[in-house]
């Protein structure tokens, strides 16, 4: 059996207080994780996820959503976490591209293999 370990704020979290997360981590292969996170660690109104790039997205490329929106009145917030190589990958949210499964992401200079985005999806 694996231990986990996780901290929030200096201070390891026991593992029977670890429960399923509300977040996502899609791979660029369409892949997609559940991790664990802290039990009553507060969170957010909206929904996180992570995309890691498989370094063969275009640019712009195309970011699925862990599930179907209802209509696209929503906002996206996106962070570059672990930039791989050049890191001066700013991205953005292409203007317009916001779909109810799915929106386009441009960045300054292509990401590679193992880029992550850290997204959250809000609802207007």
Known sequence: MTEVTMRRGGVVIPAEELTSAD????TGDG?????LVAAGGGGSAGTPF???ATGDEGNPFTVPLPAARANTNYNIQLTLMRPTGNNI???SVVDGSLTLTGF???CTVA???GD?????VEDL
């Open 111 to 113: 990401l590679q293999l």
């Open 104 to 106: 386009d992401v441009e």
């Open 31 to 35: 892949t997609v994780y559940h991790p």
């Open 116 to 120: 992550t985005l850290l997204i959250t």
């Open 23 to 26: 977040q996502d981590t899609i």
């Open 50 to 52: 992570r995309y890691v």
């Open 89 to 91: 990958k700013v991205p």
